[in-house]
């Protein structure tokens, strides 16, 4: 069964950083395209960064230059390293894998991604 735990969320100060974690299992990890998302309340999820087989990213324009995602394939784990964080950032993270092994594109949309991981909160205070 596939399971994806996120961790490393917190509260911190804007300006801060903060490492999320996704630990994946139940899957050939290294073969998926996998990605980080964003809910925060009375809103709908969106896409935050998306990282494929090969370990090329790709971002959303409000994230661009402040997060990193990454990918260890060797530990079976995702990373989303997040710096200069705002307000505006304050949502439970979610982990996920894309549907299918090899796909051909790897992007931040909700709908490419089956599985998803109960989420970490982040919270960044003024």
Not at 14 to 40: D, E, N, P, V
Not at 49 to 65: E, F, L, Q, R
Request: aromatic share 12%; proline share 2%; net charge neutral.
């Amino acid at each position: 069964q596939v399971q994806l735990v996120e961790s490393g969320g917190g509260s911190v100060q804007a300006g801060g950083s903060l490492r999320l974690s996704c630990a994946a299992s139940g899957y050939t990890y290294s073969s998926y395209c996998m990605g980080w998302f964003r809910q925060a309340p009375g809103k709908e999820r969106e896409g935050v960064a998306t990282i494929d087989s090969d370990g090329s990213a790709t971002y959303v324009d409000s994230v661009k230059g402040r997060f990193t995602i990454s990918r260890d394939n060797d530990k079976n784990t995702l990373y989303l390293q997040m710096n200069s964080l705002k307000s505006e950032d304050t949502a439970m993270y979610h982990c996920a894998r894309g549907w299918t092994s090899w796909q051909r594109l790897c992007s931040p949309r909700v709908v490419d991604f089956g599985y998803w991981g109960q989420g970490t909160q982040v919270t960044v205070s003024s």
